[in-house]
């Protein structure tokens, strides 16, 4: 089940509290109390898996570790770590009255900044003063409820009829690893996978009438209206390449017209699964400028990569 919708705390380390204690070395005096660490700072990572919300699915708080308190003898309190929470990258994050969006894989962006650690009561000797008593408490992380809200956002969206082979070839041009076997809906939940500096994502089938609910109905309609570039995809099996074609555009039509306007690349996959001549044959029918492509075939799959690097030279 995907899960695109949440809401959640989020708290950033507490400092540590300084300390308050004297030199214990012999014919030493003076305070020697250390200060607390700093608390862990809170970061958001975008990452490529879309199911990386169902963390949230029973657990609906996250804490960075606190920053321990100072100890004598000078010792400062180590920091509290900070934490990164793995985030679907196209997520956006609702708080503090405003949107963030997590749009790139890897990156961290900082959401709770950890409290400062207290001064121990070294820091407050003086000469007037050379037996402080008084040190810091640290200081409160931040800390805030959140509402996370996935739109899955890529670069370039594979989309068709079911078992199309588009899972496919996600697996053979990415590290992604969706589940792929030789029936209709396979795929129920959209797959990202990164090619060098671009995302592609695997939009679960469609089917005539998914734009009214039918089949998965058109709850990932939504997710192609933030992918930059479409690449369809059109089964050698089919019968009628025109036909299938037209099915998928009409309901991108019915869903949102914007759609329409997307650049798009039309691939017919599964070159492999029927006879040369008969492929030829069914080519030549259909005019639509398309590219014939098998995952078995090695120069196909690099005409599959040239345009992908041509992509990603224009971003």
């Known amino acids: 089940m995907l899960i695109d919708e949440v809401k959640i705390k989020v708290k950033a380390g507490d400092g540590g509290s300084g300390a308050v204690a004297f030199d214990k070395n012999k014919f ?5 109390g250390g200060s607390g660490g700093k608390g862990g700072d809170l970061y958001f990572v975008g990452v490529s898996d879309l199911g990386a919300l169902r963390q949230f699915r029973f657990k609906h708080e996250v804490m960075a570790e606190n920053g321990k308190n100072g100890k004598g003898q000078y010792c400062d309190g180590p920091n509290g770590k900070d934490l990164f929470v793995k985030i679907p990258v196209g997520t956006v994050v609702h708080y503090k009255d405003k949107e963030i969006e997590i749009v790139k894989i890897g990156e961290p962006v900082l959401i709770a900044k950890g409290g400062l650690g207290g001064k121990g009561n070294f ?33 370039i969206g594979f989309i068709g009829l079911p078992n199309v082979g588009k899972s496919s070839l996600l697996k053979e041009l990415t590290n992604a690893d969706p589940k792929i076997a030789n029936y209709p809906f396979t795929t129920l939940e959209p797959n990202l996978g990164v090619y060098y500096d671009l995302i592609l994502a695997d939009i679960p089938g469609l089917i005539e009438g998914a734009s009214e609910g039918k089949g998965l109905g058109d709850k990932f309609l939504r997710h192609i209206e933030r992918t930059k570039i479409l690449f369809h995809f059109i089964s050698a099996q089919s019968d009628d390449f025109k036909k299938d074609y ?19 690349y039309i691939f017919i996959s599964k070159a492999d ?15 639509k400028k398309k590219i014939a492509i098998s995952i078995y075939d090695y120069e196909s799959i690099e005409e599959v990569k040239k345009i992908l690097n041509k992509i990603m030279k224009e971003k």
């Open 28 to 32: 030493a005096k003076g305070p020697a």
């Open 123 to 155: 820091f407050f000797r003086s000469s007037r003063n050379t037996t402080p008593m008084q040190s810091q408490p640290g200081l409160p992380g931040e800390e805030f409820d959140l509402k996370l809200e996935l739109k899955m956002i890529a670069d």
């Open 246 to 264: 037209n099915i998928i555009r009409k309901e991108l039509e019915n869903y949102n017209p914007e759609l329409l306007k997307k650049e798009e």
């Open 273 to 287: 699964t029927v006879p040369e001549e008969e492929l030829k044959e069914k080519m030549k029918k259909w005019r």
